[in-house]
């Protein structure tokens, strides 16, 4: 199968989420050209805002290629939620699985029958200070190796303007504008026919994550980062913080004693 059609589930989401969406925000899309019309494929997309997914949802439906999204499989089992999950193709991910390969099977599959799965690499909302891409993790590569399948960058930005990363009041006026890049498909050739060793899928990953990055900086007009913020490394250097001044405090404690 080349591609899956659209169905009644997306299209019903559909005419519930398009109209606010249109009334609420501008949109200035481009690159839909670099989105493959038939065969299966991967887009790789930074996330800043809880309201992005639904923006970039609108975005990729008007190319004809609906995004099918990674979600935890304990959603698709009851009530309307699991039925729309399901009905819409959204793909479960089971990360109990203690194979990293077989954790991500499904999406796999959906590759391979035709359909774009959409990653979001860096697995959360960004913590970076500045809200541009920060690591990603590395299940993205592990499917775009495994099926060799054209790996699509998408950078967005514009959602914060109305919703700030664990911000809980929107604003949405006076109206913004979301912003979405497609890019070309990301080389990886030169990690095929490799061990997929965790070195390897984190270069990767990196490859992938660098050409979001960009396409985010084309649309916010300024230079990215040099280096990109890695949340593991940040909680590292809080805990050595925090445990020199917890020494720093022990040492003045005992001074005073003396």
Not at 23 to 48: C, Q, S, Y
Not at 172 to 200: C, I, N, Q, W
Request: aromatic fraction near 10%; charge should be positive.
């Amino acid at each position: 199968m080349s591609r899956r059609r659209i169905g009644f589930w997306y299209r019903f989401a559909a005419v519930l989420c398009k109209p606010p969406l249109v009334v609420l925000f501008k949109r200035d899309w481009r690159g839909m050209e670099n989105i493959p019309a038939d065969g299966g494929f991967i887009t790789a997309v930074n996330h800043n805002s809880h309201l992005d997914p639904f923006l970039y949802a609108h975005y990729q439906y008007n190319t004809g290629r609906v995004p099918r999204f990674l979600a935890k499989h304990g959603l698709f089992r009851k009530g309307f939620v699991g039925a729309a999950m399901r009905g819409t193709g959204q793909i479960p991910v089971y990360r109990e699985s203690t194979n990293a390969l077989s954790a991500f099977r499904a999406a796999i599959d959906a590759v391979e029958r035709g359909e774009c799965v959409a990653f979001y690499p860096e697995g959360t909302l960004t913590r970076d200070p500045e809200l541009w891409p920060m690591t990603g993790k590395t299940g993205v590569a592990r499917v775009a190796l495994q099926t060799r399948c054209p790996v699509i960058p998408v950078g967005q930005w514009g959602a914060t303007d109305v919703l700030a990363p664990y911000a809980k009041k929107p604003h949405f006026f006076p109206r913004k504008t979301h912003h979405v890049l497609a890019g070309e498909p990301v080389d990886l050739s030169r990690f095929y026919d490799k061990e997929m060793t965790p070195d390897l899928l984190k270069e990767a990953t990196e490859v992938i994550m660098g050409e979001i990055t960009q396409l985010v900086a084309q649309l916010r007009g300024e230079p990215a980062p040099q280096k990109r913020y890695d949340p593991r490394e940040a909680r590292l250097e809080q805990r050595r913080k925090a445990q020199a001044r917890r020494g720093s405090s022990q040492s003045g404690s005992s001074e005073e004693s003396k």
